[in-house]
């Protein structure tokens, strides 16, 4: 049983040595300042969506992009309403967006309604910025990320933040988590010059880009990282753009949940099989966006995968044999309650740094510091999941109305 624990052990150190560079992330996002960027030329947007049964959130999202502080002539929205059986196409077209209604059950996922989207349009655009159909975007957003991609970036991320992260621990969980990463991720990647990631929605890419890649082909079950991979390994830099804050609803149901995370670790497998080997040529040829890109995409995963097959071989050959299986209790439990540790530290540190972004009451913010972990370990399940379900995408339901005018007055009464 000293074998177990020793596994353990090294488990656990293999990774923290895979993720410890991003602890230094820490001190540059604190220390290093925000540099005002010029306003740039005023360049013509087309504006993606793609929507499925969304009728109940699309308007609020297509209001705060019609009330932009950005020349509306020069934004131009578009929306693919995706097998959709309900009104999303009505709500679509009564706020004033350009739709297209796609039938198509045998190619289903965000990714090819992109790619029909793309096909579609016939006006050209210097960039276009992409948006799920339950987002908020702030009245400055065009403004601010027209900014990032004048100095130069043909790439760009954004804040994300959670329009219902006050809902129960599921939804701050994941709030709290995209806080991180655009905060302790994202901006220290900008700041050393390294590539950052896309997260799934509130991004801009150049027509530039569109025409290198040859369309839109990133038709995996998370076509953000494939979209990401493709593009660093090629030699593209994706930058960060802070001050250009979006919000988007999380599931609120622990079964939702578990499959919409159990989908996004398939997908990470996906991107590991094809970008796999080219990223972890780049790491060795030094190139340091390919290897934060590698250790995004495959440690965690492969490394859970590795200790819940040996605990659990060697506890059921415990109890087989009749043998005590307190040491490998024992020796989990310890790997458990560092890993709470170390996600219990980095939700405080982004609570409070980001503490006037998060829409929720102040008791309720302490809280969910205390329930981050727990969000984190049930990650664990979900990789057994991944590896036990046939990979498949299922859309997400959103329910949560409310308009950028009620998130930033809610957020103001909890402050005062």
Not at 332 to 361: D, H, P, R
Request: hydrophobic share 40%; proline share 3%; with cysteine.
């Amino acid at each position: 049983m000293e074998a177990i624990k020793i596994v353990n052990y090294v488990i656990m150190v293999l990774f923290f040595a895979c993720y410890a560079y991003q602890f230094l992330y820490i001190p540059i996002a604190l220390l290093k300042k925000k540099k005002p960027l010029p306003k740039g030329k005023r360049h013509r947007f087309g504006v993606l969506i793609a929507a499925r049964n969304e009728e109940s959130v699309l308007g609020d999202l297509l209001d705060s992009l019609n009330t932009q502080t950005y020349p509306a002539e020069l934004i131009d929205i578009y929306v693919v309403a995706d097998n959709c059986t309900d009104r999303t196409a009505a709500v679509a077209n009564a706020h004033g967006a350009t739709v297209f209604e796609r039938f198509d059950q045998t190619h289903t996922g965000k990714g090819y309604a992109l790619d029909f989207l793309l096909r579609k349009i016939r006006k050209k655009y210097d960039a276009y910025l992409v948006f799920d159909a339950d987002n908020l975007v702030a009245p400055d957003y065009i403004q601010e990320i027209n900014k990032t991609f004048s100095a130069g970036y043909d790439i760009v991320t954004s804040y994300r933040n959670t329009k219902n992260y006050g809902d129960n621990w599921i939804t701050a969980g994941y709030g709290l988590w995209f806080l991180r990463e655009a905060q302790y991720l994202n901006r220290p990647r900008a700041s050393i010059g390294a590539s950052c990631g896309v997260s799934g929605t509130g991004f801009l890419f150049s027509a530039r880009i569109l025409q290198k890649c040859g369309g839109w082909h990133f038709f995996s079950l998370t076509e953000d990282i494939e979209f990401t991979a493709h593009n660093i390994v090629n030699g593209e830099k994706i930058g960060y753009c802070p001050c250009a804050v979006f919000y988007d609803e999380q599931p609120t149901g622990f079964r939702q949940s578990i499959r919409q995370r159990t989908r996004w670790v398939q997908g990470y497998l996906q991107v590991l099989h094809r970008y796999g080997g080219k990223v972890i040529k780049g790491s060795f040829q030094g190139n340091f966006s390919c290897f934060d890109m590698l250790m995004n995409i495959a440690p965690a995963a492969i490394l859970a995968w590795v200790s819940i097959l040996i605990n659990l071989t060697s506890a059921v050959l415990c109890m087989v044999n009749g043998m005590d299986v307190m040491t490998i209790l024992l020796s989990i439990t310890q790997s458990l309650v560092n890993l709470c540790c170390t996600m219990f530290a980095l939700g405080l540190l982004t609570t409070i740094t980001e503490w006037k972004q998060i829409n929720c009451s102040p008791h309720r913010k302490l809280l969910f510091t205390l329930t981050f972990p727990v969000f984190m370990l049930t990650y664990l399940p979900v990789t057994v999941a991944a590896l036990t379900c046939k990979p498949d995408w299922k859309p997400i339901a959103h329910s949560r109305h409310i308009s950028m005018g009620e998130l930033a007055d809610s957020r103001t009464e909890r402050s005062a």
